[in-house]
């Protein structure tokens, strides 16, 4: 599965960024997909996740300010408001098989990151 993941930027806080991530290769019609984010010197952690049934999973973080959709088994969005500076991040886009999202064991599927940087 090869992951290509869009948006983010440089945006001052209280901005928005949206970030998209298209799958290809061999996509399962029942998936989860998602985003995670690492700044250097801390582990990558879960920012949302969403299952091709709905289902949806969000750091504690970013509940309330970010919010994943997707309408494709093989894309998902993630609509980033209301940005902080410790948002800035690298963010990562992730594919796994499967029905239930389980945070702390994303899959070796992985987009390029892209980098989003909220100014103070």
């Known amino acids: 599965v090869q992951l290509q993941a869009s948006g983010g930027g440089l945006v001052e806080a209280g901005g928005s960024l949206r970030l998209s991530c298209a799958a290809s290769?061999?996509?399962?019609?029942?998936?989860?997909m998602g985003w995670y984010r690492q700044v250097p010197g801390k582990e990558r952690e879960v920012v949302a996740l969403?299952?091709?049934?709905?289902?949806t999973n969000y750091g504690d973080s970013v509940k309330g300010r970010f919010t994943i959709s997707r309408d494709k088994a093989n894309a998902v969005d993630l609509q980033m408001n209301s940005l902080k500076p410790e948002d800035t991040a690298v963010y990562y886009c992730?594919?796994?098989?499967?029905?239930?999202?389980?945070?702390?064991?994303?899959?070796?599927?992985w987009g390029q990151g892209t980098q989003v940087t909220v100014s103070s």
């Open positions: 992730n594919y796994r098989n499967g029905y239930h999202i389980i945070p702390g064991r994303p899959s070796a599927n």
């Open positions: 290769g061999r996509i399962f019609s029942t998936n989860i």
């Open positions: 969403m299952s091709t049934s709905g289902t």
